[in-house]
């Protein structure tokens, strides 16, 4: 127990790195084993659920949503990997970008969201 409230001790203490590129992400989940894969699929689910609560806060704010899911959100977020794998072959510009801001941009562009007209 001392030791890893010593470890956690020095991760909170030391400088925040930098967050993985797209294409360091995908690289890593290359080589991943099978746990390795799964702990980085929970890390993209992880990524879009925040910004589903940031979506939620938006909203019950009166601010408008960071993206408007569809019907095909559900589906196109069970296997995050395919969503950032699609995007990186889209685009090979979003390789050099940091894995989450490029994820936000994705979904953001699949799902915008359309202005009312009341």
Same mark, same amino acid.
Not at 18 to 35: C, H, I, P, S
């Given at each position: 127990?001392?030791?890893?409230?010593?470890?956690?001790?020095?991760? /909170?203490?030391?400088?925040?790195?930098?967050?993985?590129?797209?294409?360091?992400?995908?690289?890593?989940?290359?080589?991943?084993?099978?746990?390795?894969?799964?702990?980085?699929?929970?890390?993209?689910?992880?990524? /879009?659920?925040?910004?589903?609560?940031?979506?939620?806060?938006?909203?019950?704010?009166?601010?408008?949503?960071?993206?408007?899911?569809?019907?095909?959100?559900?589906?196109?977020?069970?296997?995050? /990997?395919?969503?950032?794998?699609?995007?990186?072959?889209?685009?090979?510009?979003?390789?050099?970008?940091?894995?989450?801001?490029?994820?936000?941009?994705?979904?953001?562009?699949?799902?915008?969201?359309?202005?009312?007209?009341?």
């Amino acid at each position: 127990m001392r030791s890893f409230v010593f470890l956690l001790g020095l991760l /909170i203490a030391s400088p925040a790195q930098a967050e993985t590129t797209v294409r360091g992400f995908l690289a890593e989940y290359n080589k991943a084993t099978d746990d390795g894969k799964h702990l980085l699929d929970s890390f993209l689910s992880g990524l /879009i659920a925040a910004y589903g609560w940031s979506n939620a806060s938006l909203e019950a704010e009166d601010l408008a949503p960071l993206f408007c899911p569809n019907a095909r959100f559900g589906r196109e977020i069970e296997e995050p /990997i395919k969503l950032v794998r699609r995007m990186a072959s889209g685009d090979v510009n979003t390789l050099d970008v940091p894995v989450g801001a490029a994820l936000l941009a994705n979904l953001k562009r699949r799902f915008p969201c359309r202005e009312s007209k009341d």
